[in-house]
């Protein structure tokens, strides 16, 4: 039996999952310098031990309300291909294992717009968790 080994976060009330083999770290919110001309979601950037990286604010992302930053607010430095963007989340929760057993297919009732950045659903016990498509949630807008 596959497992696959994922970093639960927290936006609003849901529970997210991405692959750990995906995240280079986890960091607390810092100075976010603006960049203009960019999406609204694109926070803007930092200077992340001396590389300066794209920071995507995920509420914003998936149409969610912004929020105030707290203690809990984290980024989360992914890289994909050659790539590393920090995402900003409402609080990292946990490291676990999964079996592949339990990622089941996105449900059909998903809007198209959202199901896209959805690879399927972990069920753990009475949890759900979202597993996120991070080449389709970096993607950016045509157009």
Known sequence: MAELKVIVFQLKDEEYAIPVQQVRS????????RVPRVPKYV????????VVT???D??????LEEA????????????LDDMEVGLIVDAANDVIDISTEAIEPPPEIVDTTTAEYINGV??????LFILLNL?????????
């Open 135 to 143: 080449e389709k949630v970096l993607k950016t807008e045509k157009g």
């Open 68 to 79: 105030e930053f707290s203690d809990h607010t984290r980024v989360i430095i992914v890289a």
């Open 26 to 33: 986890i960091e607390k919110i810092q100075h976010i310098t």
């Open 43 to 50: 926070k803007g950037v930092i200077n992340l031990r001396g």
């Open 58 to 63: 995920l509420r914003m992302r998936f149409g």
């Open 54 to 56: 794209p920071i995507i």
């Open 122 to 127: 972990i069920k753990i016990g009475n949890r």
